[in-house]
């Protein structure tokens, strides 16, 4: 039998490559920033998205930005993001419209052994969980990608007023999911956040921080839960 009954996963950086993420030569965000120059029929010219990504960047950096951030609710997001900006000059119509990419959940790429790894959980029995600190719906992303069917619970932060490490959070997950803690694995890529699933009571896997849709780390998951990658059978 599989080791857990259950897995949780972190959406941004586990699963998904986020928008505002490194690309190989490119500026940070380079993507997010040139797809938003785009739809408001502005040129996007190699120059003007570093600019951008240089001033985020920097902004990002400011001790008063770092800490205005949460995501216990969609305005709370919104304040932190607004604060970033206008540190970084942001123009007010730019700075909507890029806020507008950002939430939008469907543009932010699975990684490419997600499919087969939720399949295999699924094929063993397990169930799983989705617990994101987000300030947006993202179950449209799973929809879209046709992998909602192998989800049975999401757990989102702006929908519980909590984020992680608050234990409290990995409870909504376990409770939704009607399994404890010592039946259920926990999965990010932030030390800081996802790694509150210890103070929980569950067994977490830490990974390297997805920058790049092929590279494929979840065969750790399959193998931490007792499971031969890419199948439903035991070791």
Known sequence: ?????AVLFDWVGTLVVPKWGPIAGRPKGAHWIERTLLGLGRDA??????????????????????SGWSDVSA????DGYDGWVRA??????LADALYATLSDPVGNPFATDVAPTLAALKAAGLKV?????????????????????HVDAYALSFEHGRCKPDPAFFGVALDRLGVSPDEALMVGDRSGRDGGGVE?????LLLPPLTDTTEERLHLVLGACGL??????TR
């Not at 970084?88 to 119509?93: K, L, Y």
Request: no cysteine; hydrophobic share 45%; glycine share 8%.
């Open 1 to 5: 039998m599989p080791y857990f009954k």
């Open 45 to 66: 010219p190699d120059a003007e998205t570093r600019r951008i990504s240089e001033a985020l960047s920097e902004a990002a950096r400011l001790p008063e930005v770092a």
């Open 75 to 78: 305005d709370a997001h919104r």
């Open 88 to 93: 970084a000059g942001i123009e007010p119509a």
């Open 129 to 149: 969980a989705v617990i994101s600190d987000i300030h947006v719906d993202i179950r449209p992303a799973f929809v879209n990608a046709g992998l909602d069917t």
């Open 200 to 204: 929980a009571g569950l067994a977490t």
């Open 228 to 233: 031969a990658a890419g199948t439903g059978a």
